[in-house]
């Protein structure tokens, strides 16, 4: 991918969206696992897999491949919704009863 106008590396979410325009499918059968530029250059290169349906994406991308992909908002909805669930509760603590005092002899 040339990014010789933005002179940056494309984000994930560019890269999706413009394979699954090339592609004619929806970006949410994209799953992007790099992007890297050489230095010096502006030409990005990278692996990425499309899939027919989610399920089958599901099923074979990995679950840290799959976050990555996901946009910045959805991620932020997710992360609401684990924070919104109470931390578990630690157990009381009780004092340990006093060790008598050693002996010298």
């Not at 349906?53 to 799959?66: C, D, G, S």
């Not at 009381?92 to 005092?101: D, G, H, L, N, S």
């Amino acid at each position: 991918m040339d990014h010789s106008q933005t002179r940056s590396t494309p984000s994930r979410l560019e890269v999706r969206n413009k394979l699954a325009d090339m592609l004619k499918t929806k970006p949410e059968l994209v799953y992007i696992k790099r992007v890297e530029t050489k230095t010096g250059t502006m030409k990005a290169t990278g692996e990425a897999n499309a899939y027919e349906t989610e399920e089958t994406a599901k099923l074979v991308e990995p679950e840290y491949i799959r976050t990555r992909n996901t946009p910045q908002e959805k991620k932020e909805k997710t992360e609401e919704k684990a924070e919104a669930a109470p931390p578990p509760k630690k157990p009381e603590r009780t004092e340990k009863p006093e060790q008598p005092a050693k002996k010298e002899e």
